[in-house]
């Protein structure tokens, strides 16, 4: 079981930057695949971005890609999302999810509650 808390979201002029992180509980986060995934009002779901345990894969949607970075840190059981030159589509609940296989929203087992990113024009 793991258990996932997301933090860091909030409001931010277009163009400015957040960094989400995502608190982990669970000795066994190192094992875990570990995902955001946006959800815009009246929209899709969105997978956003991806790391596997070691770190040394990481996947980014074409969205994001060259704007926002995936890392994690074993040793504090995070994972963080660093978000650049914020759009006003990035307007979303960002959740962090995780996986022991491959990276999808349909694979992701766990989930936290979401955190609220705002982008204004």
């Known amino acids: 079981q793991v258990q996932l808390v997301e933090s860091g979201g909030g409001l931010v002029q277009a163009g400015g930057s957040l960094r989400l992180s995502c608190a982990a509980s669970?000795?066994?986060?190192?094992?875990?695949?570990m995902g955001w995934v946006r959800q815009a009002p009246g929209k899709e779901r969105e997978f956003v971005g991806g790391?596997?345990?070691?770190?040394?894969?990481?996947y980014y949607a074409d969205s994001v890609k060259g704007r926002f970075a995936i890392s994690r840190d074993n040793a504090k059981n995070t994972v963080y999302l660093q978000m650049n030159s914020l759009k006003p589509g990035d307007t979303a609940v960002y959740y962090c999810?995780?996986?022991?296989?491959?990276?999808?929203?349909?694979?992701?087992?766990?989930w936290g509650q979401g955190t609220q990113v705002t982008v204004s024009s």
């Open positions: 999810a995780a996986t022991d296989t491959r990276m999808s929203i349909a694979t992701m087992k766990y």
């Open positions: 669970g000795r066994t986060f190192s094992r875990y695949t």
């Open positions: 790391i596997n345990w070691t770190g040394g894969s990481i």
